[in-house]
């Protein structure tokens, strides 16, 4: 298996970087559209356990907008051949000591790369 095929690693970037700006800015169409459409999607939260794409939908349409802006610590974006990736960032949202992680499984599908799980966690400040 190739790992981080240039062209392939660019795209997940891409997807990322909108997946990224779309979270801070509160985008839901976005977010909705960038998670796979599944029951068998999964997103572990900082306080919520989210199983399939109704869940994860209904939660990101009754989240509050406020306190979203975060500063990006550290990404790392790993290629698996053409079609499945991970991308994982440690970040701090502004005004916080804690230091967050983020981790998302993307594949690709015909429609373009898709989250199909994800995780997000705090940890205090050391």
Sequence with gaps: MDIDIPEVKAEVEAVFA?????????DVPVLDELFWVSPATVRFGATENLFGAEEIAAFRAGRSPVGLSREVLRTSITTFGWDFATASITFRRHGSARIGRQQQSWVRFPEGWRVVAAHVSLLDAP
């Design 18 to 26: 909108r997946y990224e700006t779309a979270l801070v800015t509160n």
